[in-house]
């Protein structure tokens, strides 16, 4: 009789190369994952830029004591209280729901002083929410490194928006 001649069943599997490949793109993309985690925790959320635009925040909502825990030592000379702050220095109310946005420029970080300019869009006092329309303004920020984190020195910055702030009155 006859011999039946048959093929062997060729097993697919996936070799040594193939999984050691795998193995180094799941170990790179792991690395790569804990070390943005870990500069973001880090690096990031402690940065000037963060800072001033958490303070920048605040003004917006009309957080008065937010915004004084987030000004320089220097400038708590000039107000040594959260009352005297919020009396004296217009913007601390006057931007309430009136901030529309800002945009910042990159830092010039030098040691423990930064500076920033930040374009400030303001809308006009008695305008609505829902209008678009908003004015300008250039200022440059200095933040000052405190043992606590970055702070504004609104007494060494250079704003031109505190105009803005001013009530209008006839």
């Known amino acids: 009789?006859?011999?039946?001649?048959?093929?062997?069943?060729?097993?697919?599997g996936r070799g040594l190369g193939e999984r050691l490949t795998e193995i180094v793109v799941y170990v790179v993309l792991i690395a790569g994952a804990i070390y943005g985690t870990r500069w973001y925790f880090t690096e990031y959320l402690r940065s000037p830029k963060?800072?001033?635009?958490?303070?920048?925040?605040y003004v917006?909502?009309?957080?008065?004591?937010?915004?004084?825990?987030?000004?320089?030592?220097?400038?708590?000379?000039?107000?040594?209280?959260?009352?005297?702050?919020?009396?004296?220095?217009?913007?601390?109310?006057?931007?309430?729901?009136?901030?529309?946005?800002w945009q910042m420029e990159p830092i010039a970080e030098k040691g423990d002083r930064a500076e920033v300019k930040a374009i400030l869009n303001v809308r006009k006092p008695g305008q609505a929410l829902y209008q678009a329309a908003s004015d300008p303004y250039t200022d440059k920020y200095v933040l000052i490194k405190e043992k606590d984190g970055w702070k504004v020195a609104l007494d060494q910055s250079d704003l031109?928006?505190?105009?803005a702030a001013k009530p209008t009155r006839p």
């Open 1 to 12: 009789m006859g011999r039946i001649v048959g093929r062997r069943r060729i097993r697919e």
């Open 50 to 57: 963060v800072a001033l635009g958490r303070y920048l925040g």
């Open 60 to 101: 917006k909502a009309g957080d008065v004591k937010a915004q004084y825990e987030m000004i320089a030592e220097s400038s708590k000379r000039y107000f040594p209280t959260v009352s005297a702050y919020e009396s004296k220095w217009e913007p601390a109310r006057g931007f309430t729901g009136r901030l529309a946005d």
């Open 160 to 163: 031109k928006s505190t105009a």
